[in-house]
């Protein structure tokens, strides 16, 4: 069983700090993908990343992707409470068929 | 478009109980899932179906049966409810097509067993 490890488990900060949530896995996976979920709803994809070593930048959001592609991380710029939710990053490994999702990290940013 | 749709919101059962939770999707999408998420959790694939009348054991399956008849629907279903499903549930599509991996999610069911 493919296991994605996310950490920190919950972060809560200030508005316009940055921070930084990292998804680690001692399996291989073809891409990776980072999830938000708000409250009450299903997850929302945000990226996609797929090369080892690539970096994805989604406005105030940089995500990349570890150059063995078993890990990736996501840093955010100055926070605002509009970022608050669940991110989860989820692992392809390439059948089509499932991912596997990360344990997932639970963001406040206080106003 | 409405995407993947989910009923009911809401359910509250008794122990032993049986329910059919219901999944739609408009989109033509060939993969289907169902995932549980416990509070403050990630998701727990349930069930997976790659094409109508193909289904497949996910990570946690016990206590579940699916079909999918027709390409839009994959409904779940639980017999002999026990407090330990009490979580909230997600159906997802995906078209399944080479580097287009985005799954679209319903907006869950939560159910409660008590």
């Known amino acids: 069983t493919q296991l994605l490890e996310q950490s920190p488990q919950f972060l809560s900060i200030q508005e316009g700090e940055n921070l930084t949530v990292y998804c680690n896995s001692s399996?291989?996976?073809?891409?990776l993908q980072w999830y938000r979920q708000e409250p009450g709803e299903g997850p929302v994809l945000l990226v996609t990343?797929?090369?080892?070593?690539e970096v994805k930048k989604l406005k105030r959001l940089t995500f990349q992707f570890g150059d063995a592609r078993k890990d990736s991380s996501l840093h955010i710029t100055a926070a605002q409470p509009g970022d608050t939710g669940l991110y989860l990053c989820?692992?392809?490994?390439?059948?089509?068929?499932?991912?596997?999702f990360g344990t997932g990290t639970k963001l406040q940013v206080i106003p | 478009n409405a995407g993947v749709t989910q009923t009911p919101k809401f359910r509250i059962l008794k122990i032993g109980q049986s329910m059919t939770l219901q999944c739609t999707q408009d989109?033509?999408?060939?993969?289907m899932y169902w995932y549980r998420q416990d509070p403050g959790m990630g998701l727990k694939l349930i069930y997976y179906?790659?094409?109508?009348?193909?289904?497949d054991k996910g990570e946690v399956p016990n206590g579940y049966n699916v079909s999918r008849s027709t390409t839009e629907d994959f409904p779940l279903r639980l017999e002999l409810a026990a407090p330990s499903q009490t979580s909230v549930y997600f159906c997802?599509?995906?078209?399944?097509?080479?580097?287009?991996?985005?799954?679209?999610f319903g907006p869950g069911t939560r159910l409660t067993v008590l």
């Open positions: 989820a692992g392809d490994s390439g059948g089509y068929q499932k991912v596997t």
């Open positions: 997802a599509s995906r078209q399944g097509l080479p580097n287009d991996n985005e799954q679209f």
């Open positions: 399996s291989v996976f073809s891409s």
């Open positions: 179906s790659v094409g109508a009348g193909i289904t």
């Open positions: 990343v797929v090369t080892g070593g």
């Open positions: 989109m033509n999408h060939n993969y």
